[in-house]
T-cell receptor, first 110, second 108 residues
Framework: SQTIHQWPATLVQPVGSPLSLECTVEGTSNPNLYWYRQAAGRGLQLLFYSVGIGQISSEVPQNLSASRPQDRQFILSSKKLLLSDSGFYLC?????????FGPGTRLTVL | RKEVEQDPGPFNVPEGATVAFNCTYSNSASQSFFWYRQDCRKEPKLLMSVYSSGNEDGRFTAQLNRASQYISLLIRDSKLSDSATYLCVVTRDYKLSFGAGTTVTVRA
């Protein structure tokens, strides 16, 4: 069966610091992968999606970037965090239209 | 206009009651439709897919109206464990669009 891992589970970072969140998927090959952010009390906002290694599509302009160095690895990064980057970051993979989410990383930028 | 809109609620209902709520979507080219459930501070999990003919999964019934571009979810015989936020999701190509969610609280 497929599993999706994210780490860390929680993170507190100062404004201006770098960020690296990692997501890995097991039990499937060539998945479509996604990064979402959910701000407090709001819906999920799609940040990036990837249909293959090295293929990244960005949905919204921001100071975040994503990379897919391996088939089942998806990384979300920032060089300098902003206060507005605080939120719940969710990685997901999809099959036949359904999406399966990782446990998420709760990021607080102070 | 948002791609997917939902009444945020909250819907506060007693155990055993029936609760129903809708979601509207703006893109007529949307291809697939789902309801997800999200518990507090957890990731969303798929509750059920929504088919044009309507479908049931136990106490949950989902309907899709393509002409009016809305999706509904009905929960019968509510349980305390049904308390959650329900997210409406529509897909087109690789991308899913999520509503902000409808919060349901079932009280004893």
């Amino acid at each position: 069966s497929q599993t999706i891992h994210q780490w860390p589970a929680t993170l507190v970072q100062p404004v201006g610091s770098p960020l690296s969140l990692e997501c890995t998927v097991e039990g499937t090959s060539n998945p479509n992968l996604y990064w979402y952010r959910q701000a407090a009390g709001r819906g999920l906002q799609l940040l990036f999606y990837s249909v293959g290694i090295g293929q990244i599509s960005s949905e919204v302009p921001q100071n975040l970037s994503a990379s897919r160095p391996q088939d089942r690895q998806f990384i979300l990064s920032s060089k300098k965090l902003l206060l507005s980057d605080s939120g719940f970051y969710l990685c997901a993979w999809s099959a036949q239209g359904e999406q399966f989410f990782g446990p998420g990383t709760r990021l607080t930028v102070l | 206009r948002k791609e997917v809109e939902q009444d945020p609620g909250p819907f506060n209902v007693p155990e055993g009651a029936t609760v129903a709520f809708n979601c509207t979507y703006s893109n007529s080219a949307s291809q697939s439709f789902f309801w997800y459930r999200q518990d507090c501070r957890k990731e969303p999990k798929l509750l059920m897919s929504v088919y044009s003919s309507g479908n049931e999964d136990g106490r949950f019934t989902a309907q899709l109206n393509r002409a009016s571009q809305y999706i509904s979810l009905l929960i019968r015989d509510s349980k305390l464990s049904d308390s959650a936020t329900y997210l409406c999701v529509v897909t087109r190509d690789y991308k899913l669009s999520f509503g902000a969610g409808t919060t349901v609280t079932v009280r004893a």
